[in-house]
């Protein structure tokens, strides 16, 4: 509307005159807007910032118009005067739009009354607010002192605790270290418990040999007199016999026909039988009574004591004596066929060794073997490469230096499980009351520990059992010493 008064009143005077009233109009248009933008971007804050924007839409739209109603006053044939009032126009509806739908905002503002009293009622919530931040602030005090003594309790709570533990773990260790020693010393115990045992039946088995070996001793040595008394005598009455024969038989020439007495007692005892079967009754008895010293001369070599250490001795005659002593074992009995005997001895010399105990090795390989073949005998589970039951011993020197016994039985054999365990005390495979379980550990005990030797089994069930013994010839001086004292020990 300014504007409009302005340029009709530019149209009726001079226009040369007003020029710089122009300017002013155009100036204020354009600083309206200006001053807008910049109190927008100076207070960001502002609500209702769009209304502002349009305000200053609104003013430049209008100061462009007076613009261009002063070009046209100059210019009257332009168009851009219509255009930009069109522009104005609707600028200015959507200002009036705009104001219409901010104005119940506009109403909805509180009044400086409202203002003033929500601004007294922050001020009380900002004391009140300062009253509970102090009473915060005081109870913050009091519970830190009261953390602090808690945490006080605490430490030394903690602290007694930590001494606590610290005494617990000692006491744990001490418990521990106890608990290994009495470990260890329960290991020793039955370690001394097990040796204990080992040398109490090494000694009953040891008292027993040595008993057997006396007894043995002194009935061969009973039988040994009256034997040796009557095989002596034997030869003698041999020869008597056969001077009494031929006496008889002159007097059968030189007196062919004797008085009937005679002839009767001739018939009665049956003198041309007599003189044909006692001669041979003589040689029969002769045979018996060299048997018999046989065996006694074999009771004497098995039931050596060995007292004086060890010394040099036949291994040949000491399987010999063993395997005379076992004879009556060998021969067949009721169902059981009798066992064949294989000995095939190498050259071997003579061994240093405690001979009584090897025989009792060999008694004890040898009495295993037999009692294996007996109870085979009676089962089906039999070694098909044998017809009958049978023992081979061999010999051999291995080496240059030792002596290697062989007994092999083919019998069933043995399992893995039962291999493992024949060496150990008291294990046996016998029925309770045949078997001790000492036999082949104390032999190995004696050919191991006593000879420096060396005892195995070779054995797989369904292929027979072959025990194999190494000795040494001659003993090395320092074991032979060692092993004197171990047997004056036992």
Known sequence: MIGLALASVSANSAISNWWWLQVIITVSYYAIPTMLVYALYKGRDIPFQWMFLVFGAFFVTCGTTHVIETWYVWFPESLVSEFMKAITAFVAGSSVLLLLTLMPFALALPSPAKLEAANLALENEIVERRKAEAALAELAEVLEEQVKTRTAKLSRANAFLSKEVLERKKAKKALQESEAQLREKATQLEQALQQLQETQAQLVHTEKLSALGELTAGIAHEISNPINFINANI?????????LLRLVKLYGKYYPNPVEEIQEEIETVELEFLKEDLPQLLSSMKVGTDRICAIVSSMRNFSRLDKDGMSFASIHEGIDST????????????????????????????VECYAGQLNQVFMNIISNAIDVLRESSTSPVLNSQRSCPSIQISTEVAEGDRAVIRIFDNGPGMTEEVKNKIFNHFFTTKPAGKGTGLGLSISNQIVREKHCGC???????????????????????SETSRLVEMQEAV
Not at 235 to 243: G, I, R, S
Not at 335 to 348: M, R, T
């Open 323 to 350: 395997l005379l002593i076992l004879q009556h074992r060998l021969k067949a009995n009721g169902k059981s066929p009798a066992i064949q005997l294989i000995k095939e001895y190498g050259n071997l010399p003579l």
């Open 235 to 243: 030869a003698y009455a041999h020869n008597y016999v056969e001077d």
């Open 455 to 477: 005892l195995e089994c070779l054995s797989r069930l369904g292929e027979g059992t072959e025990f194999v013994i190494s000795l040494p010839i001659r003993q090395q001086k």
